[in-house]
């Protein structure tokens, strides 16, 4: 998306008419230039059809222009092109021999009796086609018109604002998608649709890519091969202008599909030497007359790590030679250097083993990195790597299979997680190639469209603008009357996934259905979230239902459904261990949950689009037990009780507190202070099949209570609130509420204890105070931030589990192993601690690894003018080594914690101080925790916070 909008919808007096009353202005294209020009010349022309009703005529000898025309060529192979730049008529200054640039601009008296020109001039072949898609992009055609079924909006008046607006080089080389884990949906798709991964289906890819401003694809090859499942499918992709390469464990341009049918001895070069050179021979011989990057290396048979009875230095060795062998086919084959000739040395898993412990190849081969599969860095080049003539690249993912838990259905991972790791990456030189796994490629429609377009031009995005993206991405398919309310939909969804992957509900305790109301807190904004996307759905006009429902409602419905069955299975289990008839509830939820789930898959494979889309949301994603996908959904266990009239009765339970009476014969008090407020509830729950009334006394004026009598037939909410100006200064005051069983004449006393200090007052009070045994902030809440001249903590809005991150930029600012003040970016947090003396301090940070050499994952922790405490985030195993355990845990969890603790004498003031160690550290939530945390996933809410 260029940021100047060059279209306009209305006549503009002066300016260059696409259409106007009922009139398109011709296209003209040479049939000298790509192939590929011509092909997306053809697209223009029916985009401009399909946005203004009229069809321009395509015209390929310029003798034949004779009205104001679009023209449409590339540097040297367009002869008019050519011409108006030898004339001085197109502005081409910064466009030759550049990679991929286009020119869009207003020319006038371009040719004899052509009075004005619109003129989309490219530096190459994609350079051209780029620019002609910009035309149809700002015109109103969505890159995913085919793929989300997006219509277009009808213009009858389409003006080219005139000027010259220019695109540079993008900011990364090689930027594209792998199709990949394709089975059971995509694969199922594709063959019902199309027989198989053939050219006619490759061609709908082809198009999304270049839309999308990419062009790079490493093709699906679970079960199939790019060039044997149909002989044109490379001829097609190099016409279209599509790079095609293969994935990290399938060299020379020969995809797994070809071993699998070929196969002739074991996947072993140290003893089948001789039939795998000839194997990867043709690999390279019948690919090199199109536009590759070629694999090189080798892993083992079916992406594995390399087998045999070799040792590791062994296997350095033999890599080493597998690679110089590989260099010499591509020479002898292409007829080429092999330097000449682009390639990717893939870092991925073990094989970043090796490159760690000495093994090397040639300069002029790009060093491909990889994320750890969950989105998270690995490594990104040092100094000396970015001086190599073949530069670095990322392979990223937004799909997987494998451990701890594959995932391959919606969207987990957010926009602004995307934009933190690959901006790091492009800071960090990592800039010649980016490919994304994409898996099926639906349903991940704007995370890979921003992967894509960051690629394309990261200067165009910052920690800022990424919530304005997701607007500007929503406007672009269903319009601006709700982009806001539909961009809310996808972030929170793909924040609730990017906090807990859905396949990883049951692997984990959720949310807390006992502390904090967290659980009650998420299902309301479920609800509320899901309510906000069938409301727009109803109101939206019928043509853009498909693309909203595909977009937008189910992955946010889905993702919700699933969500909330998985916490109304934990809290099915907690209410059966409390003997509350409740659970039975929760547990007839449970199925219905899981049978709306299947309904809604339904819907997607068989109503939407006329059943468009069958089997694309084939993947299962209920019932994991370990990293595979089950073999069908699962209805999860669940707690339930039997009831009986005899069981009839009052059972209690408070917030707080998973103790319930009368299991349990005596409950905590339920806890109150004057700064948080908060309303508290009490639990009456029937134990048995037969209602009960109830009555609730109070015995001091200051508690109050949202009903006094009442009829339970399964459970009801008795919440508790304070009067204030009624409760006498103390740190702690008592009183009681007397519940009454009249079907059973039982009572139950719980005990509601208010703390209301002197001081400090709560007008008073300036930053957190500790309550309840914790003190809860925010990283973006602090009282003071101190800069260096490097360095600064800077907020990344909305990052994170919950409400934002802290960072430091710039994201390449030297590590500060002994932080002070003269060489560390600090951010200060005013607490008020109550309870003095030992205490911990969690910082939770993102699950980010320690991916620069020689730095760690470090930040300093002091109090006042104390000792800086240097913590890490990574955790080891016993011997010191690299805990694989302490990895999982963190990208299941979505977090690292990095523990400090301190001794603090006095109650009172104090200065929390957060010092950067590691510049790529990302602060998300800091927990002091004096005694008083329990347990919950996100960590207790945030604490009160005096303005004073």
């Known amino acids: 998306m260029l940021n100047e909008k060059a279209i306009a919808f209305r006549y503009l007096e002066g300016h260059f008419p696409l259409a106007y009353k009922g009139i398109a202005a011709d296209i003209y294209v040479s049939q000298d230039d790509y192939d590929g020009v011509v092909r997306a010349a053809k697209d223009l022309q029916q985009d401009i059809n399909k946005v203004a009703q009229i069809k321009p005529h395509l015209i390929h000898h310029e ?70 898609y910009e035309i149809a992009e700002q015109i109103g055609v969505s890159p995913w018109h085919y793929w989300a079924d997006v219509p277009v909006s009808k213009h009858s008046e389409l003006m080219f604002r005139n000027g010259i607006y220019k695109q540079g080089e993008p900011s990364v080389k090689y930027r594209g998608i792998f199709l990949n884990d394709e089975g059971p949906s995509l694969m199922a798709w594709v063959r019902e649709n199309f027989g198989d991964f053939k050219h006619n289906f490759y061609e709908h890819v082809f198009e999304l890519l270049l839309r999308l ?22 001829a097609v992709a190099d016409m279209y202008g599509i790079v095609i390469s293969t994935s990290h464990h399938e060299p020379m341009q020969r995809p797994h599909g070809d071993w699998k049918k070929h196969k002739k001895g074991p ?154 790791q690959m901006h790091k990456a492009y800071e960090y030189g990592a800039d010649r190639i980016w490919v994304v796994n994409v898996g099926d490629l639906k349903p ?52 609730w996934n990017g906090r807990l992957k859905p396949e990883l509900l049951n692997a984990v305790p959720l949310f807390s259905s006992v502390h904090y109301k967290e659980a ?21 006009d019928e043509s853009l239902k498909d693309s909203f429902f595909q977009l937008a409602l189910y992955p946010a419905k889905a993702s919700a459904q699933v969500l909330e069955m998985y916490i109304r299975v934990e809290r099915s289990k907690l209410y059966a261990a409390q003997g509350r008839a409740s659970a039975n509830a929760e547990a007839r939820l449970v199925k219905q949950l899981f049978e ?11 109503e939407l689009g006329g059943g468009k889309w069958n089997h694309m949301m084939d993947q299962l994603h209920i019932g994991y037990t370990y990293w595979q996908q089950p073999e069908e959904h699962i209805l999860p266990e669940t707690g339930t009780i039997a009831l009986t009239k005899e069981n009839s009765g009052m059972g209690v339970a408070i917030e707080g507190s998973e103790l319930a009476w009368p299991r349990d014969p005596q409950l905590p008090p339920l806890l109150f202070n004057n700064y948080t407020r908060e309303t508290r509830y009490i639990d009456l729950f029937n134990r048995g099949s ?13 508690i109050m209570m949202s009903m006094t009598e009442g009829s339970v037939n399964a459970q009801e909410r008795l919440w508790i609130d304070i009067d204030w100006t009624k409760v006498p200064e103390s740190d702690k005051i008592c009183g009681t509420v007397t519940l009454i069983d009249m079907l059973n004449r039982k009572a139950f006393t719980v005990m509601i204890c208010a703390c209301n200090p002197a001081a400090p007052s709560r ?64 951010l200060e947090y005013e607490v008020y601690l109550v309870t003095p003396g030992e205490l911990k301090v969690d910082a939770l940070i993102a699950p980010t690894i320690d991916f620069i050499p020689g730095k760690g994952l470090r930040l300093g922790v002091s109090f006042d003018d104390g000792p800086v405490h240097v913590v890490t985030a990574i955790g080891l195993a016993q011997d010191g080594s690299y805990s694989e355990q302490d990895w999982e845990q963190s990208v299941i969890l979505n977090i690292r914690t990095a523990e400090s603790r301190h001794i603090v004498s006095e109650a009172g003031y104090h200065t929390l101080k957060i010092w950067m160690v590691d510049p790529i550290v990302i602060l998300q939530k800091i927990i002091i925790d004096t005694g008083g945390v329990k347990p919950s996933y996100l960590g207790p809410p945030e604490s009160y916070r005096g303005n004073k």
């Open 520 to 540: 009650d807190n998420v299902l309301n904004e479920l609800h509320e979230t899901v309510a906000l996307a069938e409301q727009i759905y109803e109101e939206l």
């Open 690 to 702: 037969e209602a009960f009334p109830f009555s609730a006394t109070a015995d001091e004026p200051w």
């Open 213 to 234: 401003k990419a062009n790079y694809l490493w093709p699906a090859m679970w079960d199939n091969t790019f060039y044997e499942d149909d002989e044109l499918n490379p």
């Open 763 to 826: 007008e008073a009070l300036s930053g957190f105070i500790e309550t309840d045994g914790y003190i809860s902030i925010e990283a973006e809440h602090y009282s003071a931030s101190k800069e260096t001249a490097e360095a600064s903590w800077q907020v990344i809005p909305n990052y994170g589990r919950t409400l934002s991150s802290m960072g430091i930029f710039p994201v390449t600012a030297s590590s500060t192993p002994e932080p002070a003040i003269d060489n560390s970016p600090c």
């Open 63 to 132: 003798e034949e222009l004779t009205n104001n025309s679009v023209i449409i060529g590339t540097i040297g192979k367009s002869g008019l092109i050519d011409k108006l730049i030898e004339d001085g008529k197109l502005d081409a200054s910064e466009l030759s021999g550049k990679w991929e640039s286009f020119v869009l601009q207003t020319v006038t008296n371009p040719l004899p009796g052509i009075a004005e020109a619109l003129v989309i001039a490219g530096s190459d072949k994609r350079g051209t086609i780029y620019g002609i």
């Open 267 to 420: 996947w072993d070069y140290s003893v089948n030497e001789e039939v795998l050179y000839k194997f990867w021979e043709e690999g390279i011989r019948r690919s090199a007359s199109y536009e590759n990057i070629i694999s090189l290396g080798m892993r083992g048979d079916g992406d594995e790590a390399m087998g045999g009875q070799l040792t590791f230095q062994e296997k350095i060795e033999l890599l080493q030679r597998i690679v110089q062998d590989q260099r010499h086919i591509i020479s002898e084959q292409s007829k080429r250097e092999a330097s000449d000739v682009p390639q990717l040395w893939a870092l991925y898993k073990e094989v970043q083993d090796y490159y760690e412990n000495g093994m090397r190849v040639a300069d002029d081969i790009t060093l491909l990195w990889s994320d750890d599969n969950h989105g998270n860095l690995r490594r990104v080049p040092t100094a000396d790597e970015r001086s190599r003539s073949g530069g670095a690249g990322i392979y990223y993912h937004l799909d997987y299979v494998g451990g701890p838990r594959s995932y391959k259905w919606v969207n987990s991972v957010p926009l602004e997680k995307i934009w933190e």
């Open 596 to 606: 709306a789930d299947a309904k809604l898959t339904y819907a997607y494979n068989h």
């Open 444 to 495: 991940v429609e704007c995370q890979l469209e921003f992967f894509l377009r960051l690629g394309w031009n990261i200067n165009d995005f910052n920690k800022n603008n990424i919530e304005e993206f997701s607007v500007r991405w929503a406007e672009q398919q269903f319009g601006a009357a709700y982009a806001k309310e539909t961009a809310l939909i996808i972030n929170r969804y793909s924040k």
